[in-house]
T-cell receptor
């Protein structure tokens, strides 16, 4: 069975602060994929990143960075110098290699105040 | 590329009526389409997996007769909420899996907000 846990249900920061969203996962598979999605108030899911289990290199994309730690089964997401437009719900998700079913975490609602 | 559309984006219907939601992959062939339901401030819950030309596989607790899924072609899947009731009000999201790619990437539609009065 797969499980994704996002312990932070809501985070509130002031603009320009850095913020890290936590994601912890459980799986028995050795090959799997991890994802982060952003869901703004409009509701549409926006794909942010996919990482496979064999690639533990951290990734940076502009103000976004991701820290994949296989040893702790975590795939944390950091936004540097947050902006009001970053306000959204962020979902971490897991998919195994055998199928194509995604397991979503509960989501973290990020509120960035001006 | 890999755009998925949903229609309608919003629908309000009266209790007891049926509502059909369409999910289309616009520029690719989708071997598999997924239907999710999302309650306010909650995560996405998978309702069913739909493979083209075969019956949908429903998740535990999802009523097959209530939520009819048809996947008649490689670019279209429909979800019909039959005899809708207020508790069926929710945000419904579909996704399509890209045929021929090893990672079976899922591309999400923009969602349909259903309100049953």
């Amino acid at each position: 069975a797969q499980k994704v846990t996002q312990a932070q249900t809501e985070i509130s920061v002031v603009e320009k602060e850095d913020v890290t969203l936590d994601c912890v996962y459980e799986t028995r598979d050795t090959t799997y994929y991890l994802f982060w999605y952003k869901q703004p108030p409009s509701g549409e899911l926006v794909f942010l990143i996919r990482r496979n289990s064999f690639d533990e290199q951290n990734e940076i994309s502009g103000r976004y960075s991701w820290n994949f730690q296989k040893s702790t089964s975590s795939f944390n997401f950091t936004i540097t110098a947050s902006q009001v437009v970053d306000s959204a719900v962020y979902f971490c998700a897991l998919r195994n290699n055998a199928g194509n079913m995604l397991t979503f975490g509960g989501g973290t609602r990020l509120m960035v105040k001006p | 590329g890999a755009v998925v559309s949903q229609h309608p984006s919003r629908v309000i219907c009266k209790s007891g009526t049926s509502v059909k939601i369409e999910c289309r992959s616009l520029d690719f062939q989708a071997t598999t389409m997924f239907w999710y339901r999302q309650f306010p401030k909650k995560s996405l819950m998978l309702m069913a997996t739909s493979n083209e030309g075969s019956k949908a596989t429903y998740e535990q607790g999802v009523e097959k007769d209530k939520f009819l899924i048809n996947h008649a072609s490689l670019t279209l899947s429909t979800l019909t909420v039959t005899s809708a009731h207020p508790e069926d009000s929710s945000f419904y999201i579909c996704s399509a899996s890209l045929r021929g790619t090893p990672t079976y990437e899922q591309y999400f539609g923009p969602g349909t907000r259903l309100t049953v009065t």
